[in-house]
């Protein structure tokens, strides 16, 4: 980095953080770029379906009524990940190869938080969309970036998924 101007990756985490702001959690919100050949390509943010009322409309959350554990029980939560949400808003040919930035946003404190790693699930989509990174990053500036070949080899070494940390 050279005086002030910020690198690449977190200009681009800062974009994600931004596309966090949109998300309609109670719990935290998640805002995910995708970004190929320094091409924003697509972003997504955690929400209910099209047309599904959001739990932030509702001002409850099913899943911290029944206290139930991060990463447990995802069929009780209306919403879709950012990760999907991103992947699903771009299409295959421009996602292989590109790089998925997340960030993880507290939603009682807007606070970014050192979670933004992808579930289960969501690395699997992550997989089929061909790409090849996903970086998060630290309130104190640190990066974090996953390999999605890492993911695979785990996935087939273990014989069974291996999960990121939960929601």
Request: charged share 25%.
């Amino acid at each position: 980095m050279t005086g002030d101007r910020i690198g690449k990756d977190r200009y681009y985490l800062n974009i994600a953080r931004e596309v966090s702001r949109r998300g309609t959690c109670l719990r935290r919100n998640y805002g995910a770029v995708i970004v190929n050949q320094d091409q924003i390509i697509s972003t997504g943010y955690t929400g209910a379906p099209r047309g599904v009322v959001n739990c932030i409309d509702l001002g409850v959350c099913r899943r911290e009524q029944e206290q139930i554990p991060s990463g447990e029980r995802y069929e009780l939560c209306r919403s879709v990940h950012a990760e999907m949400n991103a992947v699903i808003h771009a299409s295959r040919s421009e996602t292989i190869g590109g790089t998925l930035y997340l960030v993880c946003v507290e939603a009682a404190s807007g606070e970014w938080t050192d979670l933004a790693e992808p579930c289960l699930l969501c690395r699997r989509v992550i997989i089929n969309a061909g790409l090849a990174n996903v970086v998060s990053g630290y309130p104190d500036e640190r990066i974090r970036r996953f390999k999605v070949t890492d993911w695979i080899t785990q996935e087939n070494r273990h014989g069974q998924a291996v999960s990121g940390p939960g929601r």
